[in-house]
């Protein structure tokens, strides 16, 4: 079975310094995997996905992430952080079962931005 | 396009009332699902339907009921409110061609959400 460990619960920069946010997945066949945001008392939304067309993924907003087999990695990174990426980030990774499109959530990372 | 929309925003109930909540999708998405979310923690599946008419339970779906009468509504049913039951529910919806293993999986699009309190 397809699972996704999201390695900080918590991360706090400062703003204009790069953002970092861990991900590790169990798969048994090539998974896709995605990250969502969800910004406080909002919906999920998605900032990239990787679906084995190009290994490093680029989002929105700035971020992109980097699919690496040989660590069963997706971590997500920005260069310069903004105040209004603080948010709740979800590393996803797909599943198929029983014919249809099943997703798995990490428990998320809480990013915070300090000026 | 309106996307996913969820109504209520928020509500509060008392312990064994029951009340249903609404979930809209206007992308002609033959799937859809039901979430939790509760505090810390990522979304649990509830249940999905991958078509009118069709439903199937997920991960965590006692106390819960759905129904998929058209392509664009999916409520869920809370039958006798119990305070395990206050999160942070979530519906929604993708569009998927093909099913098994090795398909392209695609991107599910969320509404904004319904905060229960149960009490």
């Known amino acids: 079975a397809q699972s996704v460990t999201q390695l900080d619960s918590h991360v706090s920069v400062s703003e204009g310094t790069p953002v970092l946010l861990r991900c590790n997945y169990s798969s048994s066949y090539s998974p896709s995997l995605f990250w969502y945001v969800q910004h406080p008392n909002k919906g999920l939304q998605l900032l990239l996905k990787?679906?084995?067309?190009?290994?490093l993924v680029k989002g929105i907003n700035g971020f992109e992430a980097e699919f690496k087999k040989s660590e069963t990695s997706f971590h997500l990174t920005k260069p310069s952080a903004h105040m209004s990426d603080a948010a709740e980030y979800f590393c996803?990774?797909?599943?198929?079962?029983?014919?249809?499109?099943?997703?798995?959530f990490g428990a998320g990372t809480r990013l915070a931005v300090h000026p | 396009n309106a996307g996913v929309t969820q109504t209520p925003k928020f509500r509060i109930l008392k312990i064994g009332q029951s009340m249903t909540l609404q979930c809209t999708q206007d992308m002609n998405h033959n799937y859809m699902y039901w979430y939790r979310q509760d505090p810390g923690m990522g979304l649990k599946l509830i249940y999905y339907?991958?078509?009118?008419?069709?439903?199937d339970k997920g991960e965590v779906p006692n106390g819960y009921n759905v129904s998929r009468s058209t392509t664009e509504d999916f409520p869920l049913r809370l039958e006798l409110a119990a305070p395990s039951q206050t999160s942070v529910y979530f519906c929604?919806?993708?569009?998927?061609?093909?099913?098994?293993?090795?398909?392209?999986?695609?991107?599910?699009?969320f509404g904004p959400g319904t905060r229960l309190t149960v009490t």
């Open positions: 339907s991958v078509g009118a008419g069709i439903t």
């Open positions: 996803v990774v797909s599943d198929q079962a029983r014919g249809y499109n099943k997703l798995i």
């Open positions: 929604a919806s993708s569009y998927s061609t093909r099913a098994g293993r090795g398909a392209s999986s695609y991107e599910q699009y």
């Open positions: 990787y679906t084995s067309a190009a290994t």
